[in-house]
């Protein structure tokens, strides 16, 4: 159980172009959600966290016009990352939970903007 | 400031061997959830163990155990019988209260060699 998945698993795009990462709770519904971003051999930053039909919080330095998270269902919530640019390049990871204080996380996105 | 510490970047372990990885925290909250994640090369998070601070026997999974000393405010972990597999970053990490943002270490490398 608590099987948390993520697509794509990698996508390229050019840059100025626009990107949505999918992550869905495939057993159990998920009140909330957490985006994070890995840079290579870091550990895991918070991005913003999402609750099913709430706008999402994002954390300090996060730009929300440019990491649009919508929290659509208890199973789905999305990441675009509008307008990419190099910069944006890293590993994206979302996460899941139901009510408790444990997250379940899904495979990751690796991201990278030519 | 709640934070969470690994003072181990790295670390290696010969096959079958014990190995303990240490993780101290930092928080004033008297309830919190503790948790070590694993994160091997295809960088899937994988929860490893939970342990609440309000119970005072240590958690187990298998293999894995945990030393936890709420006083001193130290959650370190036990792998028994390293396996090949075991090779990852683990991440010690904890919420505060009984529903929030997890807090992360900085991870530490495990090698097992054969």
């Known amino acids: 159980g608590a099987v948390v998945s993520q697509h794509p698993s990698r996508v390229i795009c050019k840059s100025g172009t626009s990107v949505k990462i999918e992550c869905r709770s495939l057993?159990?519904?998920?009140?909330?959600m957490f985006w994070y971003r890995q840079f290579p051999k870091k550990s895991l930053m918070l991005m913003a966290t999402?609750?099913?039909?709430?706008?999402?919080?994002?954390e300090q330095g996060v730009e929300k016009d440019k990491f649009l998270i919508n929290h659509a269902s208890l199973t789905l919530s999305t990441l675009t990352v509008t307008s990419a640019h190099p910069e944006d390049s890293s590993f994206y990871i979302c996460s899941a939970s139901l009510k408790t204080d444990t997250q379940y996380f899904g495979p990751g996105t690796r991201l990278t903007v030519l | 400031a709640q934070t969470v510490t690994q003072s181990q970047p790295e670390m290696s372990v010969q096959e079958a061997e014990t190995v303990t990885l240490s993780c101290t925290y930092d928080t004033s909250e008297n309830n919190y959830y503790l948790f070590w994640y694993k994160q091997p090369p295809s960088r899937q998070m994988i929860l490893v163990i939970r342990?609440?601070?309000?119970?005072?026997q240590n958690a187990t999974e298998n293999r894995f155990s945990v030393n936890f000393q709420k006083a001193a405010k130290s959650f370190s972990l036990k792998i028994s019988d390293s396996q090949l597999g075991d090779t990852a970053m683990y991440f010690c990490?904890?919420?505060?209260?009984?529903?929030?943002?997890?807090?992360f270490g900085k991870g530490t490398k495990l090698s097992v060699k054969p």
């Open positions: 057993d159990f519904q998920a009140t909330t």
């Open positions: 999402s609750n099913e039909g709430s706008k999402a919080t994002y």
């Open positions: 990490a904890f919420v505060p209260g009984s529903q929030g943002n997890l807090i």
């Open positions: 342990q609440e601070a309000y119970k005072q």
